[in-house]
């Protein structure tokens, strides 16, 4: 049996642009939202039968290795509706928190539900782990709105969101420094424009001060005109 969230694999994929994959991941947040909305009306489905098999819940504390690892809802081992790869990054997740993410399951959710929500937050925990100041503000945040859709299903995720958290709060912090880079850089465009202005003005002051001395002859125009109106017939 496949996931319902597992219908949005590739959620981040290699070579796409940021808006492309903004659409993706912002389609795999109203997936979850329409999933968890779905899940209240669904009865919990156990089958002891095929691939999936009854199993009593280990204590995290006793799994000193992955082989060790299971994940198990309402007591219903779904290893086998997650990725090998997957399932070793989410052991990881939980080896570094000390607990299954998954501890806070809520009786009566389809198993396939969770398995999903567990596919989700390991893609969600890979992307941010690749991060950068290019992936954007609304990629994380959208990131962000997804894992508290998949909060609704159980899953501990409130340390992701912290961390996505500071880098939303640093993405905002290099989006103030850009806005105020363009700033300065328009406003040195707009000094240097006056500068050139005031240079041009500089240049005819200094002109029209050599005309007036060569006007003048070197003495006052004043004294010259009272002279000559002054001087005997």
Not at 221 to 228: D, G, I, Q, T, Y
Request: aromatic share 6%; with cysteine.
């Amino acid at each position: 049996m496949t996931s319902h969230l597992g219908q949005s694999e590739g959620l981040l994929l290699e070579g796409d642009d940021i808006e492309e994959n903004v659409l993706r991941i912002e389609d795999a947040a109203d997936q979850l939202t329409r999933i968890q909305h779905e899940g209240d009306n669904l009865e919990r489905q156990v089958s002891t039968s095929n691939h999936l098999s009854a199993e009593n819940v280990v204590e995290f504390s006793q799994v000193k290795k992955f082989e060790d690892f299971k994940v198990v809802v309402n007591n219903i081992n779904i290893d086998s509706e997650i990725s090998e790869d997957t399932r070793l990054k989410y052991y990881e997740m939980c080896r570094s928190r000390n607990a299954y993410l998954h501890e806070l399951e809520e009786p009566g959710l389809n198993y396939t539900l969770i398995a999903g929500a567990i596919k989700e937050t390991v893609k969600i925990a890979d992307g941010i782990k690749a991060a950068t100041l290019a992936t954007g503000r609304d990629v994380l945040e959208v990131w962000d709105r997804t894992l508290i859709g998949v909060g609704h299903f159980g899953m501990e995720v409130g340390f992701l969101r912290g961390r996505l958290s500071e880098l939303i709060r640093l993405c905002e912090a290099a989006e103030l420094v850009a806005g105020k880079e363009k700033e300065k850089a328009i406003a040195e465009v707009e000094m240097k424009h006056l500068l050139y202005k005031l240079s041009k003005v500089s240049l005819v002051i200094k002109n029209l001060d050599e005309e007036i001395k060569t006007h003048n002859g070197g003495e006052r125009v004043e004294e010259v005109f009272k002279n000559v109106a002054s001087a005997d017939w």
